[in-house]
């Protein structure tokens, strides 16, 4: 099991009940390559196939490159990727977050496979949403809205979070909790959002700032903490019926 992110290995599907709660009015398709599980809206299904295949090119790049460097899979801390050469673009890209957040790059694996294929579907689509297990890559629009699951916490799918800007952009949303989902945490935080430019630094900052969290006091310290470095947008951290938030969104009652 990855450290903070998804496994590359084959593991029983886990039913993402979420998703009929949040799935649009427009085209949407589920695609599963092993522990991968994309959630895909605003594409049209008979893109289905090519979802798959690029899907299957990014797991087996990054498969082949652990097969190489297996030590690479299980780094609780950062790798500098001057020491591994014919490193390929996906694990570049997580090694380049996981230094930002301070863990380790499997930390960003999620986030990074769902704009890694979401990249390469915007030519083909205006608007787009790729999630994987709950780390999401957006794109196309100038207002997102997203609901964060928390565990047993009183707020889970009650809060949520708007994002906006004055044109269409795209960035990355990612969760980590110690109460749902398969990743490894150290903290005991219900859930840590992340907002960021990109989807594997929203992955690595989510898993590090949810490592931190012990109690109610910690929560507007790691907010501050992630929102001080690069390229992160905004955070929300969540412990019972506690919260802090900061940075450029806004809080929303998803249930109103």
Request: net charge negative.
């Amino acid at each position: 099991m990855s450290k903070g992110g998804e496994s590359l290995h084959p593991s029983r599907y886990r039913q993402r009940s979420y998703r009929r709660a949040t799935a649009a009015d427009d085209f949407f398709f589920e695609v599963r390559v092993e522990e991968s599980d994309l959630w895909i809206s605003g594409v049209k299904p008979d893109l289905e196939p090519l979802v798959y295949d690029r899907l299957l090119h990014y797991r087996s790049s990054l498969n082949a490159f652990l097969q190489r460097h297996p030590e690479w899979r299980d780094s609780l801390v950062p790798i500098n990727a001057a020491g591994y050469p014919l490193v390929p673009p996906l694990a570049r890209q997580m090694m380049t977050a996981s230094e930002i957040a301070g863990v380790g790059p499997m930390a960003a694996v999620a986030g990074a496979l769902a704009e890694a294929v979401g990249r390469d579907l915007m030519t083909l689509s205006p608007e787009l949403v790729v999630e994987n297990g709950g780390d999401v890559f957006l794109a196309g629009r100038s207002e997102y809205s997203l609901a964060i699951f928390a565990g047993t916490s009183p707020l889970s799918g009650s809060l949520g979070i708007k994002v906006s800007a004055s044109s269409p952009f795209s960035c990355g949303v990612c969760t980590s909790s110690a109460q749902v989902g398969h990743s490894l945490s150290f903290g005991r935080a219900d859930a840590v959002t992340i907002v960021a430019v990109n989807a594997a630094l929203a992955d690595a900052v989510a898993t590090a700032m949810a490592n931190r969290v012990q109690k109610k006091a910690d929560l507007a310290r790691i907010v501050e903490g992630a929102l001080a470095l690069d390229g992160i947008i905004g955070a929300v951290a969540v412990l019972g019926s506690d919260l802090a938030a900061g940075g450029d969104l806004e809080l929303i009652d998803i249930l109103s």
